[in-house]
């Protein structure tokens, strides 16, 4: 049995010995220890110690991120917190002095990268607060990074996924197959090749320009964001790489993209992006298609990942959701001669 293929309680146990013992790579305060906080691409875990001390420790997932991808990530955030672009959580280096570590243990002798990140003050915003204020800022925010990565000069090397169709419908689809997720019965299947389609004549219809294709985070949903009063700030870059700029505010509404106040969360987002870069209405308008293809990406991704407990928490209504979604997404398309004209 390899690593990945040890059921989720048993590699659960194996991870947690495997973060207390990885402590030592850093100079931590004594008897520091690792607790587990969040299982989901990655097991992240809190570290704390006397004193007050507090950081976040992830573990990656085996064969998810090559070593220099997780490289490229670390690039970007530290480009954007030297830059100014947005605050964020700063990486500890080790007792070698790189920020990227690895550790292997007896039961999972195949290195694990791992990172050790200062502590953020805040709360993880709820879905029934009003997020309005929160999604203003969060669109300021998107807006600052998209115009810094229009002009930052790639590090030689840099690495990280492509956000497009072929990551959600090609044959590597990076998160799987969605015709295998839960509650795909043939007429939600027959229904979603129909958006499948439509999404593809779509995205090509767009294009990849440089002014609406480029270096994204790409995971800007409620549970990467920190909310400390009036601040709001941006966690969690393992998913980060290179998509269409309005895919953040899709990713920002992941899980809850049925949500009556979802109209009113993207003219928040659009008012903050807005004060920063210019946007133009046709790239505005486009924002549906991007919310139809990040729900299509979760729900492949809840079809692989159904070990977890959050997808296992929605797979019993998600397919259904999704269903819906599309067919009030297919009633709001164009007819076929509009779809051609050149955008």
Known sequence: MTPTDIPLAALRTHLDRLAQEALVLWD??????ARLINVSENFTYLVEAGGGFRAVLRVHREDYHSRRAI??????????GRDNVIELATPYPGRDGRVLQSATSAALPTPRHLVLFQFVAGTQ??????LTAAFRQLGLMAARMHLHAMQWQLPEG???PVWDEHAVFGPKAIWGDWRNAPGVDHATRALLEQVEQTLRARLAAYGKRPSRFGLIHADMRLAN???DGTDTRLIDFDDCGFGWFMYDFAAAISFIETDPAIPALKTAWLSGYRSIRDLPEPDADEIDTFIMLRRMALLAWIGSHIE??????????????TAQLARDWLARQPAPDARATAR
């Open 308 to 321: 977890a407990p959050e997808p296992q928490a929605m797979a019993p209504h998600f397919a259904a959701g």
């Open 225 to 227: 964001l920190l909310v």
């Open 28 to 33: 931590l305060p004594a008897q520091a220890h």
């Open 158 to 160: 840099f690495e990280r």
């Open 71 to 80: 490289s490229s990530e670390l690039a970007w955030m530290d480009a954007l």
């Open 125 to 130: 915003p709820s879905e029934t607060e009003d």
